[in-house]
C-alpha cells in the first residue's frame, strides 16, 4: 500500500504523529481482546482514521465507512480492513472523554509545530448558550444602518417583544 500514496502526502504525517507524538493509552483501556469473533480493531488505526477524517470535514461515520473502501488514504490507514460505521460511531461515543483530550494534544502539538494558532473563542460561545438557555436568541451584533430588519431591541420597542423575533 505504500506505493499507493507518495511519501509525501499528508496521511504518512498523520499516521506519525498518532504512533510516535501522542498518548493514546486511554483508547487502550476499553479495548477488548479475547472472546467470540474476530479481533478488535487497533485503537490507534481508530484513532488516526477519526484524526485524519476529521481534518477532511468528514463526521458521518458512514461516510467514513465508505471512504475506507473507496478513497486511497483511508484504505491506507486501515490497511485494507475496513471497520463498518457501527465500529466507528461505537468507538467514538464509548471514548468521547479520550477523544477530547485528544484532541487537544492535536491542537497544542499542531501549534508547536507552527501549523495553526490556538485561540480561545470559548466566551462567546458561552454567553450564546446562556442566553439560550434562559429562552432568548444569542445576540449577533446590530443591524446595518439603513438596513430595514427589525432586531430585538426594535421589537421590544414596538411592544412585540421577542416572541416576533424569531
Known amino acids: ?30 479495548r477488548r481482546t479475547g472472546g467470540a469473533g474476530r479481533a478488535g480493531y487497533d485503537p490507534d488505526m481508530l484513532v488516526t482514521l477519526l484524526i485524519w477524517a476529521w481534518s477532511r470535514g468528514m463526521r458521518s461515520s458512514r ?25 466507528i460511531s461505537r468507538f467514538r461515543k464509548d471514548n468521547h472523554t479520550a477523544c477530547e483530550a485528544l484532541f487537544t494534544q492535536v491542537l497544542i502539538l499542531a501549534a508547536r509545530l507552527g501549523l495553526g494558532r490556538l485561540r480561545d473563542d470559548r466566551v462567546g460561545r458561552g454567553e450564546d448558550r446562556l442566553e439560550r438557555l434562559e429562552g432568548r436568541q444569542p445576540h449577533r451584533g446590530r443591524a446595518a444602518p439603513g438596513s430595514r430588519g427589525r432586531g430585538r431591541a426594535d421589537c421590544h420597542r414596538r411592544g412585540g417583544g421577542a416572541r416576533h423575533h424569531r
Open 63 to 87: 461516510q467514513i465507512e465508505r471512504a475506507c473502501s473507496e478513497v486511497v488514504s483511508y484504505r491506507v490507514i486501515c490497511a485494507g480492513d475496513t471497520p463498518d460505521h457501527v465500529t
Open 1 to 30: 500500500m505504500r506505493e499507493w500514496v507518495p511519501p509525501t502526502h499528508p496521511v504518512w504525517t498523520v499516521i506519525e504523529i498518532v504512533d510516535t507524538h501522542l498518548d493514546t493509552s486511554a483508547f487502550h483501556g476499553s
